[in-house]
């Protein structure tokens, strides 16, 4: 269950359905599987772009569904202290607590449906770990990672930090309440989430109760990704069946539709999803290991200013080792 929600959902402003006559319903192009791995020191990941044409993803690099795990004493595990350059890392808790801390004094706890979003720009340190008490008590471990790329002119901008905490994110309804809409970033329906971007785009997690449907408008000039983060439902007119762990990728058009299954299983009562959506960039991509650049030689001056400590330094009261 996620840790953002709310009792009476119908007392929300809601988005309207976009008008069938005039609007475009997007067409679902593939939905894939997300293969499982490991990142960081050792914690479950779901790769959900693996195998997808990135033309589709564009101005997405790269997104991680951390967990759902949950830990037992002594098993929590984050990250290293690692650099990152040329693009922004937004990281989603939906349940449970992430410590992050880096070279430009950003940094503190995102927990229970608060966000952090990171421009890297230049060049950035940072860790993210679970705090100390949770590694002795264990619990609760799920949320996103997101990799979105910065054009070329802004690629070696002075790196930010964003605390978004979760009173801050929009809370919307569908018309008939069947749905929860949390806006971290970008508009949905003229809302707008207070996350501030450098490429255009927009980020929202829907929660669809138990045999909900809904028709949500999107912009045009933007491309339309939905992850499964748990559940099982169908999207587009087409009703294609998308569950945990699948990327479902839309065609051209000016709105989506999702729709939860009647029936879902007792650990997931509803239809949890990530709706996700930018402008593309559409400008070359060379991207290897923490950095993303346009050539290999912007990517190979990255690691040669990392190795000479221009890409910051780690703090005198730094957390991990």
Known sequence: MPAVTVENVLALPRVESPDRATSTTRPVLSVTDAPSGFEGEG???????????????DPFIHMDQMGEVEYGPGEPKGTPWHPHRGFETVTYMIDGTFQHQDSIGGGGLITDGDTQWMTAGGGILHIEAPPEDLVVSGGLFHGVQL?????????????????IGSSNV?????????ALFRVIAGDLGGHSGPGSTHSPMAMV??????????????RP????????????GTVGTDR???RTGQLVVFGDGDALTMAADATQDSRTPALELLVLGGRPIREPVYAYGPFVMNTREEVAQAFEDYQAGRLGTVPADH???
Not at 46 to 51: D, M
Not at 170 to 178: K, T, V, Y
Not at 221 to 232: E, K, P, R, S, T
């Open 319 to 321: 957390i991990g080792s």
């Open 221 to 232: 000039d933007f491309n339309a990704l939905v992850y499964v983060l748990a559940g099982n």
């Open 43 to 57: 914690f479950p990941v779901r790769r959900a772009f693996a195998g997808v044409d990135p033309r589709y993803l």
């Open 170 to 178: 929009a809370l919307l309804s569908s018309p008939d309440g069947g």
């Open 147 to 163: 990799w979105v790329n910065l054009p070329r002119a802004d690629k070696m901008i002075a790196p930010r930090y964003q605390d």
């Open 205 to 218: 997690h829907a929660t669809l109760s138990a045999g909900a449907k809904v028709d949500i408008p999107w």
């Open 240 to 242: 294609h069946t998308a």
